[in-house]
């Protein structure tokens, strides 16, 4: 059962351009949203991350919006640049007791120059 | 700089042998974790450990073992009875103290059981 879902594998954007990158989950107890970035033989490294008390967080050229109706988030990335591209994983948690993350299949991102 | 230690990047085993992964971390986490990762999936969690001398199964935990006797170590033990050993692992940590805080994880190791 996929609680956190990336329906896109892959995804090719010119430099410049605005990436985004889509993730659905169907557990309603998640609470909180991360995105993770992974380079090839590389441990993922944190991104960004939204509270469900919010709907839109923006971290330079990096910002995740959350509908929680739709239980969709995505992540934009404007402009996108050569150093973008990578495997964008997006994950849920809820809040209190122990954090237990759960991760979606990831996208790989290209960014064309 | 604090960060997340993991060797060997590159494991080969024969099929029926254990073998031991390591993760060390000196970030002062209380927190540690061990997930793997295969083609087309997400990273799923094999074990987990909030504090020293305590750990917890993920969602994965058949054919893996762990222990957690010092804060800064986290071994993966993938024994034989793994039936799909072959994988990219990696460990990661977080301060228990917030439970939202990221997860800050290793560069991985990348076994191989033939």
């Known amino acids: 059962d996929q609680q956190v879902k990336q329906n896109s594998p892959s995804l090719s954007v010119q430099e410049g351009r605005i990436s985004i990158l889509n993730c659905d989950y169907t557990?309603?107890?998640?609470?909180?949203f991360l995105w993770y970035k992974k380079y090839p033989a590389e441990g993922p490294t944190f991104l960004i991350s939204?509270?469900?008390?919010?709907d839109k967080n923006e971290d330079g050229r990096f910002t995740v919006f959350l509908n929680k109706s739709a239980k969709h988030l995505s992540l934009h990335i404007v402009p996108s640049q050569p150093g973008d591209s990578a495997v964008y994983f997006c994950?849920?948690?809820?809040?209190?007791?122990?954090?237990?993350?759960?991760f979606g299949t990831g996208t790989k991102l290209q960014v064309i120059p | 700089d604090g960060g997340i230690t993991q060797s060997p990047k590159y494991l080969f085993r024969k099929e029926g042998q254990n073998v031991t992964l390591s993760c060390e971390q000196n970030?002062?986490?209380?927190?540690m974790y061990w997930y793997r990762q295969d083609p087309g999936q997400g990273l799923r969690l094999i074990y987990y450990s909030q504090i020293v001398n305590d750990f917890q199964k993920g969602d994965i935990a058949e054919g893996y073992s762990v222990s957690r006797e010092k804060k800064e170590s986290f071994p993966l033990t993938v024994t034989s009875a793994q039936k799909n050993p072959t994988a990219f692992y990696l460990c990661a940590s977080s301060s228990r103290t917030d439970n939202n805080s990221p997860l800050h994880f290793g560069n991985g190791t990348r076994l191989t059981v033939t």
């Open positions: 994950a849920a948690s809820i809040s209190g007791g122990y954090q237990k993350v759960t």
């Open positions: 970030l002062n986490h209380d927190a």
């Open positions: 939204i509270s469900s008390i919010k």
């Open positions: 557990n309603s107890m998640f609470d909180y």
